[in-house]
């Protein structure tokens, strides 16, 4: 699919879509316990059908009702088939192989597109170390034990989604487990999200030290009755189309919610934007903006938008700690500089910092590559909204991993789309 963007002046309310992250978790946490959860608010992207998907083949009754799922969770540990796919969902493997491994069946993981060149050697590491079997080839991931209880020592710069993994598995061993998180421990806040959802769902797991996590064994999930809150991700497009070109409200969101990308609000407030908090979202200004230095190595799903945030902010913006944007569904690094070089734009890197200046006169020259990638996608749409001539994108239709209405919800405020 490809999608032309007009410039357009946006205006109105968008109520931004329910957590990718939180549904994952929320999905996992239901099919664990034994009886029936409700969940609601969910939106069906790609990533959440294959856990979805997953979940059933371990034996979770999960029944769609719109946007409500009513799931009977599982009862034994018993996989009814040996390749479970996980698509391009990073989160859906990395959480699925410790608790797949709790079958003890010869068991394959297979994705799409980057998916299994994404790294796994942490699991491969552990899986070796405690004597289980653990192959990868070009078709997938196959692993035929169960993971055992006990001491785990983890690099914590790779990804949470290993952590989050273990944290969802280790509790329902029969002995207790210690988790040691090497420094530098980045998107820590995606472990607190699997805590919180832990917690819900009755399975309790505490920080013995700031990286070090304490797992009672012999627990077991109870069920629970959740609703999905907003996601602070995907949010982050259209606060920055409304700081940058015309006012928005956007809603939906838990004000007090734990995900790491809420720093959205004070990373653009720091950029000098205008943002007033409403009822259940807020109200975001077209503002004058100015070049930030950013951290973000707990919001790493921020970098391409703050990209974009950085093109039309006045001077220099700087992107630190933004290497593992090197290992997402592309190389967002070089993805972004790719794209916003057609746009004029003054922007390069090293290993782990971005560096972007102002662009005055954003004009895009040809056609944009969405890189496979729904969040390239999705930043790229904004830079073109924001811009001072109409552009297209090839590949759009990667939205649907995360995001399968965001050109529907940019039209709603008024943005200029085409699909075709
Ligand atoms: O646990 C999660 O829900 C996620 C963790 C993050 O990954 P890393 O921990 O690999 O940075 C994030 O980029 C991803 O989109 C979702
Ligand atoms: C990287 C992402 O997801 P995952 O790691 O689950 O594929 C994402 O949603 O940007």
Not at 50 to 65: C, F, P, V, Y
Not at 111 to 121: D, S, T, V
Not at 138 to 152: A, H, Q, R, V
Not at 198 to 226: A, C
């Given at each position: 699919?490809q999608?032309?963007?007009?410039?357009?002046?946006?205006?109105?309310?968008?109520?931004?879509?329910?957590?990718?992250?939180?549904?994952?978790?929320a999905?996992?946490?239901?099919?664990?316990?034994?009886?029936?959860?409700?969940?609601?608010?969910?939106?069906?992207?790609k990533?959440?059908?294959?856990?979805?998907?997953?979940m059933?083949k371990?034996?979770?009754?999960?029944?769609?009702?719109?946007?409500?799922?009513?799931?009977?969770?599982i009862?034994?540990?018993h996989?009814e088939?040996?390749?479970?796919?996980?698509?391009e969902?990073?989160?859906?493997?990395?959480?699925f192989?410790?608790?797949?491994?709790l079958?003890?069946?010869?068991?394959?993981?297979t994705?799409?597109?980057?998916?299994l060149?994404?790294?796994?050697?942490?699991?491969?590491?552990i899986?070796?170390?405690q004597?289980?079997?653990?192959?990868?080839?070009?078709k997938?991931?196959?692993?035929?034990?169960?993971l055992k209880p006990?001491?785990?020592?983890?690099?914590g710069?790779?990804?949470?989604?290993?952590?989050?993994?273990?944290?969802?598995?280790?509790?329902?061993?029969?002995?207790?487990?210690?988790l040691?998180?090497e420094p530098?421990?980045e998107?820590?806040s995606?472990?607190?999200l699997?805590?919180?959802?832990?917690?819900l769902?009755?399975?309790?797991?505490?920080?013995?030290?700031?990286?070090?996590?304490?797992?009672?064994?012999?627990?077991?999930?109870?069920?629970?009755?959740y609703?999905?809150?907003?996601?602070?991700?995907?949010?982050?497009?259209?606060a920055?189309?409304?700081a940058?070109s015309s006012?928005?409200?956007?809603t939906?969101?838990?004000?007090?919610?734990?995900?790491?990308d809420k720093?959205i609000?004070s990373?653009l407030?720091?950029?000098?934007a205008?943002?007033?908090e409403?009822?259940?979202?807020?109200?975001?200004?077209?503002?004058?903006l100015?070049?930030?230095?950013?951290d973000?190595?707990?919001?790493p799903?921020?970098g391409?938008?703050?990209?974009?945030?950085?093109?039309y902010?006045?001077?220099?913006?700087?992107i630190?700690?933004a290497q593992?944007?090197?290992?997402?569904e592309?190389?967002?690094?070089?993805?972004?500089?790719e794209?916003?070089?057609?746009?004029g734009?003054?922007?390069h890197?090293?290993?782990?910092?971005?560096?972007?200046?102002?662009?005055?006169?954003?004009?895009?020259?040809?056609?944009l590559s969405?890189h496979?990638?729904?969040?390239?996608?999705?930043?790229?749409s904004?830079?073109?909204?924001?811009?001072?001539q109409?552009?297209?994108i090839?590949?759009?239709?990667a939205?649907?991993?995360?995001?399968p209405?965001?050109f529907?919800?940019?039209t709603?405020?008024h943005?200029k789309?085409?699909c075709a």
């Amino acid at each position: 699919m490809q999608a032309t963007i007009t410039p357009s002046k946006v205006s109105g309310a968008i109520c931004i879509p329910p957590s990718k992250s939180m549904a994952h978790r929320a999905i996992i946490c239901a099919s664990l316990a034994k009886g029936r959860s409700i969940i609601e608010h969910v939106e069906y992207s790609k990533d959440i059908l294959a856990t979805m998907d997953g979940m059933r083949k371990l034996g979770a009754i999960i029944t769609q009702e719109h946007d409500r799922l009513i799931i009977d969770g599982i009862q034994d540990f018993h996989c009814e088939s040996d390749e479970v796919f996980c698509n391009e969902s990073g989160s859906t493997l990395r959480f699925f192989i410790p608790i797949f491994s709790l079958c003890h069946q010869t068991l394959t993981f297979t994705g799409a597109g980057r998916l299994l060149q994404r790294p796994q050697k942490v699991y491969e590491d552990i899986f070796h170390e405690q004597g289980l079997y653990f192959s990868q080839n070009d078709k997938g991931i196959t692993i035929k034990e169960s993971l055992k209880p006990g001491e785990y020592h983890i690099k914590g710069d790779i990804s949470s989604q290993f952590i989050s993994g273990l944290l969802f598995t280790l509790p329902l061993l029969s002995k207790d487990s210690i988790l040691h998180i090497e420094p530098p421990f980045e998107s820590r806040s995606y472990v607190d999200l699997t805590l919180e959802m832990l917690e819900l769902f009755g399975v309790h797991v505490s920080y013995k030290d700031d990286h070090t996590l304490w797992i009672p064994g012999n627990q077991s999930y109870q069920p629970h009755d959740y609703r999905i809150e907003g996601d602070f991700s995907q949010l982050a497009f259209f606060a920055v189309l409304a700081a940058i070109s015309s006012d928005l409200d956007v809603t939906g969101i838990r004000h007090s919610s734990a995900q790491g990308d809420k720093a959205i609000i004070s990373i653009l407030k720091d950029f000098g934007a205008k943002i007033e908090e409403i009822e259940d979202g807020y109200h975001i200004s077209k503002s004058s903006l100015h070049g930030c230095v950013i951290d973000l190595a707990n919001c790493p799903d921020l970098g391409p938008i703050l990209c974009v945030l950085a093109m039309y902010a006045q001077g220099e913006t700087i992107i630190q700690n933004a290497q593992r944007l090197r290992i997402k569904e592309s190389d967002r690094i070089a993805a972004m500089e790719e794209e916003l070089r057609k746009f004029g734009v003054d922007i390069h890197s090293n290993e782990d910092t971005i560096f972007i200046k102002e662009c005055t006169h954003p004009i895009c020259k040809e056609t944009l590559s969405g890189h496979n990638d729904h969040r390239i996608v999705m930043a790229l749409s904004v830079a073109l909204l924001c811009s001072e001539q109409s552009g297209t994108i090839e590949g759009a239709q990667a939205i649907s991993k995360s995001y399968p209405t965001f050109f529907e919800d940019v039209t709603r405020i008024h943005g200029k789309v085409e699909c075709a």
